[in-house]
């Protein structure tokens, strides 16, 4: 049974870095390298929302509310996705996931735990 866990996120102040990664434990690389894979995010009280992908490096994609401030990233040999996000605002304060993304951008396997992203002074 795949397993994606999250790690990277903390407390940070507005204008603030973090680099999220994320290693799909238990996938082998033949299933792991030809997944789209995706970034999400859930803030208290709102729905989980698809903030960034990568099929290739020459082929990602991210929410307007994003772009320009994240970066999606992938590492094929040591199964994991990365998400470097730069001037952090306190409107990206959410648990951030990772999955591998269906055809239609919705997460094809079971949810890690998250890692949570607080962006206060």
């Known amino acids: 049974q795949v397993q994606l866990v999250e790690s990277g996120g903390g407390l940070v102040q507005p204008g603030g870095s973090l680099r999220l990664s994320c290693v799909a434990s238990?996938?082998?690389?033949?299933?792991?390298?030809?997944?789209?894979w995706g970034w999400f995010r859930q803030a208290p009280g709102k729905e989980r929302e698809l903030v960034a992908s990568i099929t290739t490096p020459t082929n990602r994609n991210y929410a307007d509310s994003v772009q320009g401030r994240f970066t999606i990233s992938r590492d094929n040999a040591r199964k994991r996705v990365f998400l470097q996000m730069s001037d952090l605002k306190p409107e990206d304060t959410a648990v951030y996931y990772c999955n591998a993304l269906t055809t239609t951008s919705q997460a094809k396997y079971s949810w890690g735990q998250g890692t949570q992203v607080t962006v206060s002074s």
């Open positions: 238990r996938m082998i690389t033949s299933v792991f390298n030809p997944n789209q």
